[in-house]
């Protein structure tokens, strides 16, 4: 690799940053998703202003797209490289000895979440850019909340957002405070807090995403 | 007193294909270090006409880092904070069968049986793993520069790193980024090591790239295995080192 992404730690910052981007992007997706629970009109609101304020539309969605591009790209770019480090494995590796399994398989649970993402679209993506753009259908601000119900009362379906949702528990919680370690935060007075804070973050959000999506399959 | 199997990786050469090879030994006293087990085992194949098995040792106490060798699953052994010659085998039980491989990464080739080449490491301190000073006889006293004394605690501990490539081999990545974490905080951390930081950190991990280690992805097992307690912090202060001297 060449140019601002030719040395190796170069690279760990640039997953870092991407991965925080990320992360910042979950609390904003879960935030809006809770209002479900609480209010229909609080988050048909929220999903109108989300689905049709420009900035939002035309520069925000973009941005988003490429930072997940760029963190999967990059991903499976260092996952190659790395593999290539190491090209004759262990007859026998003890790896629970010395490290988390979350850790070791940051790979997995990103492609699980790479997956998850492909259905995700199907689901949501997909449909709204051909209702807006494609048929270019009247906007109705009251849609929202039952296109998310709807979604919700197959058990299947139900059953794979659950899962997707623990892998990505398990990618948040090497991944969030691993971010910190790669832009050089270490240190013996902020770093247990911050390791705190990214677990319990890595736990909390995806516990409600599930929590969300059972509600409205047990709810309706 | 302990009967034991082993399986231990035997590789004629460089250039040769390995395997897996079983062997027995008797006797072994549970106060004996790796080392001298392994020493056992090549007594009895020298006296039955055997080729012995090829090992790195040199001091055989813990601070040359030389002994490398992957066992049960873990560089150095099960033990912590211990390199090979200091594993002692009242770790193992009687009737174990104990798995010996060389130390794995690409930059690390075999050059045969347990020995590894890790003169990849020599060429990352060549590329700036020291000062610059002058030794004409008219270089300052260093007890004249005024340091902390918490820096200097931290440059102790990571200039305690011995170089041995646990950190590498531990790694699933097999990054050096322990290593290198460690000889760029040991100068970064005192003023002497100030005036060539830049070139240091940016030749180094350079250096580190080109020798075709991996990329460290945070798991923590290097710090796990370092027999010399060498922190991961080290690794987050080479990071900022390396984007300072980038910006």
Redesign the interface.
């Known amino acids: 690799m060449s140019g601002l992404l030719s040395s190796s730690i170069a690279r760990k910052f640039a997953m870092a940053l991407s991965a925080l981007f990320l992360v910042f992007f979950l609390l904003m997706h879960v935030s809006i998703n809770l209002l479900s629970v609480f209010s229909e009109d609080a988050f048909n609101t929220a999903s109108h202003f989300m689905g049709t304020n420009p900035l939002i539309q035309f520069v925000m969605q973009p941005v988003l797209m490429l930072g997940v591009l760029f963190h999967f790209i990059l991903g499976f770019i260092l996952e190659i490289r790395n593999r290539k480090a190491q090209v004759v494995k262990y007859a026998q590796n003890n790896g629970a000895a010395n490290s988390t399994w979350m850790s070791r398989n940051m790979i997995y649970s990103g492609l699980v979440i790479l997956l998850f993402l492909a259905v995700h679209f199907v689901d949501f993506w997909f449909p709204e850019m051909n209702y807006k753009y494609i048929q270019g259908n009247p906007e109705d601000p009251t849609r929202y909340y039952h296109e998310l119900v709807e979604h919700f009362q197959n058990p299947i379906k139900v059953g794979i957002y659950v899962l997707a949702f623990i892998f990505l528990a398990l990618h948040l919680l090497h991944g969030f405070q691993s971010a910190f370690q790669s832009m050089g935060a270490n240190n013996r007075k902020y770093t247990p807090g911050i390791k705190k804070f990214t677990m319990g973050y890595a736990i909390v959000v995806p516990a409600v995403f599930i929590l969300i999506v059972l509600f409205h399959f047990l709810n309706h | 007193m302990m009967n034991l199997t082993l399986?231990i990786?035997r590789q004629k050469d460089a250039n040769s294909k390995g395997q897996?090879v079983d062997y027995k030994v008797t006797e072994i006293s549970g106060h004996m270090s790796f080392l001298e087990m392994m020493d056992v085992l090549n007594e009895q194949l020298i006296n039955t006409g055997e080729e012995p098995v090829a090992f790195d040792h040199d001091c055989r106490e813990g601070i040359c880092g030389m002994c490398s060798m992957?066992i049960?699953?873990?560089a150095h052994g099960?033990d912590r904070g211990v390199t090979t010659c200091q594993l002692h085998m009242r770790m193992f039980k009687d009737g174990d069968t104990i798995?010996i491989?060389p130390f794995?990464?690409?930059?690390f080739p075999v050059i045969k049986d347990l020995v590894v080449d890790r003169e990849s490491f020599e060429r990352i301190q060549h590329a700036g793993g020291f000062v610059s000073v002058n030794t004409s006889g008219n270089t300052q006293d260093a007890n004249a520069i005024p340091i902390s004394k918490i820096a200097a605690d931290e440059a102790m501990d990571a200039a305690a790193c011995i170089g041995c490539g646990a950190c590498v081999a531990?790694c699933?990545?097999?990054?050096a980024?322990l290593f290198v974490g460690a000889k760029v905080s040991q100068y970064a951390l005192l003023p002497q090591g100030q005036v060539e930081a830049k070139e240091r950190v940016l030749s180094m991990?350079?250096q580190?790239?080109k020798e075709?280690?991996?990329?460290?992805?945070?798991?923590?097992?290097c710090e796990?295995?370092c027999p010399k307690g060498i922190s991961?912090?080290n690794?987050?202060?080479?990071?900022?080192e390396?984007?300072k001297a980038?910006v």
Not at chain 2, 212 to 221: L, P, R, V
Request: aromatic share 8%; with cysteine.
């Open positions: 399986k990786w897996m992957y049960n699953g873990e099960p798995t491989e794995r990464a690409s930059a531990t699933k990545n097999s990054s980024m991990v350079a580190m790239d075709g280690f991996g990329n460290c992805t945070n798991t923590g097992a796990v295995e991961l912090e690794i987050a202060r080479m990071n900022r390396y984007i980038s």
